[in-house]
């Protein structure tokens, strides 16, 4: 689907990006640090041309270790320079070697080598940084730029999933809506992978909904909200006094991650997270 800006009276500025993995970097930012006693090994990797998953194969087999044995907080792009912290159960074997084998025989560069008493999981982790360098924009790139920029401080950015989420192809939501269905792949991680991308269609087509309807600068009786300092979540019920909190920067609303736990929304917004349900075709 096409997604709307939220500046879509300024052109964009063109340009190439990933002309080379170098240009574009993304670095996990751990959700906590490793204590450094535990039965498992933390290791902040650097990586180009390698997905998550052949960086886990690869692991288990140089440590005779399952699949499933490592643990990682969500999967990093392949054509990117990816830096990416994995957790391997090695109780008795020393952080050195580790770090050797790893260079030795699988040409990665690693950063970081710490113990932690848990296995790493997908959600540990505070967010991601990016450094995105744009091959060959028109003239006058930087001014564009910068008014883009400047409408984005006080409008805001929707935080749309990307395509990169949805495969090569385009269909990873709709091969996610299929494993609903009863059909699809066996794999548990590729299952979880493509109902993730499937939930991240939602999420999209929502938030595009809600700027269609002019409800993107604003905040409605019903939203699940977040505290921006927190990250708590709560209902809007008193809109006056949230109001003057979401345009403080105190809060903002959030969108639907469809699932069983989630906290649907009531009210305009709760309408909304229903209708895309129905159109869905789910419960």
């Known amino acids: 689907m096409v997604l709307p800006f939220?500046?879509?009276?300024?052109?964009?500025i063109g340009g190439e990006i990933k002309a080379s993995p170098q240009d574009f970097v993304v670095e996990e930012i751990p959700l906590y640090d490793p204590s450094g006693q535990g039965d498992h090994v933390y290791v902040r990797l650097a990586r180009e041309g390698r997905t998550t998953r052949d960086v886990v194969r690869d692991l288990a087999r140089v440590f005779a270790l399952k699949d499933g044995d490592i643990g990682t907080a969500g999967q990093k792009d392949k054509h990117a320079r990816s830096i990416q912290t994995f957790s391997l159960p090695l109780p008795r074997t020393p952080e050195g070697p580790i770090a050797d084998r790893i260079q030795a025989e699988l040409g990665l560069e690693v950063l970081a080598v710490r113990r932690h008493g848990n296995k790493l999981k997908t959600g540990?982790?505070?967010?991601?940084?990016?450094?995105?360098?744009?091959?060959g924009?028109?003239?006058?790139?930087?001014?564009?730029?910068?008014?883009?920029?400047?409408?984005?401080?006080?409008?805001g950015l929707p935080n749309y999933y990307g395509p990169q989420r949805f495969g090569a192809d385009g269909d990873n939501a709709e091969k996610g809506k299929e494993i609903l269905a009863g059909r699809g792949p066996r794999q548990k991680w590729l299952r979880t992978f493509l109902l993730s991308a499937f939930q991240s269609d939602?999420?999209?087509?929502?938030?595009a909904r809600r700027i269609d309807q002019g409800g993107f600068n604003r905040i409605f009786s019903g939203d699940v909200a977040k505290k921006t300092d927190t990250g708590g979540l709560f209902m809007v019920e008193d809109i006056d006094a949230e109001a003057v909190r979401f345009d403080k920067g105190a809060i903002t609303y959030t969108g639907p991650i469809f699932?069983?736990?989630?906290m649907a929304a009531q009210g305009e917004p709760g309408q909304w997270e229903a209708d895309l349900m129905a159109e869905a075709g789910l419960t």
């Open 202 to 207: 939602l999420f999209n087509r929502y938030t």
């Open 259 to 262: 699932g069983y736990k989630m």
């Open 6 to 12: 939220i500046t879509p009276e300024w052109p964009g």
């Open 124 to 135: 540990h982790l505070l967010g991601n940084r990016f450094r995105v360098v744009l091959s």
């Open 137 to 155: 924009p028109v003239d006058g790139a930087l001014d564009k730029a910068a008014r883009v920029s400047e409408a984005l401080q006080t409008r």
